[in-house]
């Protein structure tokens, strides 16, 4: 059973406190302040044998829940994850770990800290027997927890955060880049194990967000900042372009998303889609490809309507036989642009060859066009009429571009 009002000194001396505090309007802030860290000191002194942290409770779905913060070093004897092997979800409380993801989760952290930039990781949440843990509340929500020596919480959602900082304190070339950091867990009150489930299948209902989103709404430098720029600079993009969802909505007659012109953008610069182009400078990189990309586009005779034509003045129809007739029109052919583009990229120059832009610009771009077929335009010989689909495969996209540039003597 959870100890309430476990100190009865420490609970009336902090009610005292805080009686006083609101009665008397001499006290500074600093003069509160030090008070409240005196009065915690003295009573974390007293349990240095245990783990003592400062918290809130409060109550969720019936529940009550507790809000600590943790110093990084706490984390991984606190924290235990118990993740369900493969194909057996009675075995864990959560999914089964996912390969590489921690290591994505640690490299985020190493990036973002050795240059002194801001990141953040998601709280993490845990469950724990109510019975073995102490809680003081000291009124108003404010609590002290307390935490025997051996006590772990069992992680609902965030093991693979837990093993990314795991490996950063146990590499001590990395450890000082968390040696002042706390970490936050909300913890459930509850070990009822199919409740741990349930609560896992809960906190996973979110929506994924769209990577159109996550670029749109992510810092204004390398390919995310170029991108951005690229959207209002290039008139085929500016309105055109659909910055929060997956795929374009038709509804408001927009033909791409951010993530479709961001790996070209990629491919043009490295011929990598998923390069981030965090040593790219913004201005200079987006000022070179939009002037490519206008020269482009408005040369091109597949492209050059919707390019001199604002989304306004443009119809539903318009725009959905443009999506279906232009491989310019589909993810698939913007990277195929973008891997050609780089051909024609002078790094010296920071510039596109616009000899060799108009080349492709001269290109038959319609779905039609025999440099596409059997590579990122197939038939269906199982559906009626021979429909022609298109090949999202890396290796149907590399096959265009070698066929193109072989069309194009360029190889």
């Known amino acids: 059973m959870i100890v309430y009002n476990g100190n009865i000194e420490l609970t009336d001396i902090f009610k005292k406190f805080m009686t006083q505090t609101n009665n008397t309007s001499s006290s500074s802030p600093s003069d509160i302040k030090q008070q409240i860290e005196r009065l915690m000191s003295s009573y974390f002194a007293k349990n240095d044998h245990d783990r003592c942290y400062s918290g809130l409770i409060f109550q969720h779905g019936k529940r009550s829940m507790l809000q600590i913060n943790v110093p990084a070093k706490d ?118 194990f199919h409740q741990c489930q349930a609560d896992f299948r809960d906190i996973a209902q979110a929506k994924p967000v769209d ?26 993009f500016r309105g055109k372009t659909d910055k929060i969802n997956r795929s374009p909505s038709k ?47 408005s040369e091109c005779s597949q492209t050059q309507r919707i390019f001199e034509t604002g989304v306004e003045k443009l119809t539903v129809n318009e725009v959905s036989d443009f999506k279906k007739e232009c491989l310019l029109g589909v993810s698939v052919g913007m990277e195929i642009l973008g891997r050609l583009l780089y051909c024609t990229y002078e790094l010296k120059s920071n510039s596109f060859n616009p000899n060799k832009v108009s080349q492709l610009a ?15 335009v197939r038939v269906n010989p199982r559906q009626k009429n021979s429909t022609k689909t298109i090949s999202w495969g890396a290796s149907a996209i590399a096959d265009a571009v070698k066929v193109v540039k072989t069309e194009l003597g360029w190889m």
């Open 211 to 236: 990577k159109s989103l996550l670029l749109s709404f992510g810092k204004s430098s390398g390919r995310a900042g170029i991108t951005k720029k690229l959207i209002e600079k290039v008139p085929m």
């Open 251 to 297: 509804k408001y007659k927009l033909i791409y998303t951010t993530n479709y012109i961001a790996r070209a953008v990629s491919c043009a610069f490295t011929d990598n889609s998923e390069d981030e182009l965090e040593y790219y400078d913004v201005e200079k990189s987006s000022e070179a490809l939009a002037k490519c990309l206008n020269h482009f586009f």
């Open 75 to 192: 984390l991984p004897n606190l924290l235990q994850a118990r993740p369900a092997a493969a194909n057996n979800p009675d075995s864990g409380k959560d999914r089964p770990e996912i390969k590489g993801h921690a290591d994505e989760i640690k490299h985020y952290i190493v990036d973002r800290a050795r240059k002194g930039e801001a990141w953040i990781i998601g709280t993490f949440t845990a469950n724990v027997a109510p019975e073995i843990i102490t809680i003081v509340e000291l009124g108003m929500g404010i609590c002290m927890v307390i935490v025997p020596q051996g006590v772990q919480f069992d992680l609902t959602d965030g093991q693979h955060r837990k093993k990314a900082i795991q490996e950063f304190l146990s590499d001590p070339n990395e450890s000082e880049l968390l040696a002042e950091e706390y970490f936050p867990i909300t913890l459930i009150l509850e070990d009822n």
């Open 362 to 376: 001269q290109l038959d771009w319609s779905r039609e066009n025999i440099l596409w077929q059997n590579n990122v």
